[in-house]
């Protein structure tokens, strides 16, 4: 009987995880944090209170559709407020919970870890690629 050899690398199930349910509240929370337009904003978030309109200055390449949504999920998820000032025309500010200030710490890792190995991940992959196309 041919021995399997094991898999390289670390399991992405913690030992301490109850499959399935925990793994589709993970999954559930990860699709929603782990969006692109979700770790720019609550980043931008993170220097304080912002208007609609500063973000998507701060975001660039942001439609005001996917900002709209962006913002929407994220309240409703408890990780931002929204608050409207009774001023003509009204002004409107979104800001981090206490749950969002949390979320800075993993996103700001994140994205710091995506910045220190972005060159790496390219090499990795051109070496990949390069190999694919070779068999």
Same mark, same amino acid.
Not at 29 to 54: H, I
Not at 85 to 93: A, G, N, Q, S, Y
Not at 106 to 119: T, Y
């Given at each position: 009987m041919p021995r399997r050899r094991r898999q390289e690398g670390t399991s992405l199930i913690p030992s301490n #995880?109850?499959?399935?349910?925990?793994?589709? *509240?993970? @999954?559930?929370?990860?699709? /929603? $944090?782990?969006?692109?337009? &979700? $770790? #720019? =904003? =609550? @980043? &931008?978030?993170?220097?304080?209170?912002?208007r609609f309109n500063e973000m998507r200055r701060a975001l660039g390449s942001i439609s005001q559709r996917m900002l &709209?949504?962006?913002?929407?999920?994220?309240?409703?998820?408890?990780?931002? &407020? /929204?608050t409207v000032f009774p001023t003509i025309p009204p002004r409107v500010d979104y800001e981090l919970t206490k749950l969002g200030h949390s979320l800075l710490e993993p996103v700001s890792s994140l994205g710091l870890w995506a910045r220190q190995n972005r060159s790496a991940i390219e090499a *990795? /992959?051109?070496?990949?690629?390069? *190999?694919?196309?070779?068999?």
């Amino acid at each position: 009987m041919p021995r399997r050899r094991r898999q390289e690398g670390t399991s992405l199930i913690p030992s301490n #995880l109850r499959v399935p349910e925990d793994c589709r *509240a993970v @999954s559930e929370v990860l699709a /929603r $944090v782990g969006d692109k337009w &979700t $770790v #720019l =904003v =609550v @980043s &931008t978030l993170g220097g304080g209170p912002k208007r609609f309109n500063e973000m998507r200055r701060a975001l660039g390449s942001i439609s005001q559709r996917m900002l &709209t949504l962006t913002l929407r999920a994220l309240e409703r998820d408890g990780l931002v &407020t /929204r608050t409207v000032f009774p001023t003509i025309p009204p002004r409107v500010d979104y800001e981090l919970t206490k749950l969002g200030h949390s979320l800075l710490e993993p996103v700001s890792s994140l994205g710091l870890w995506a910045r220190q190995n972005r060159s790496a991940i390219e090499a *990795a /992959r051109r070496r990949f690629d390069a *190999a694919e196309h070779r068999g």
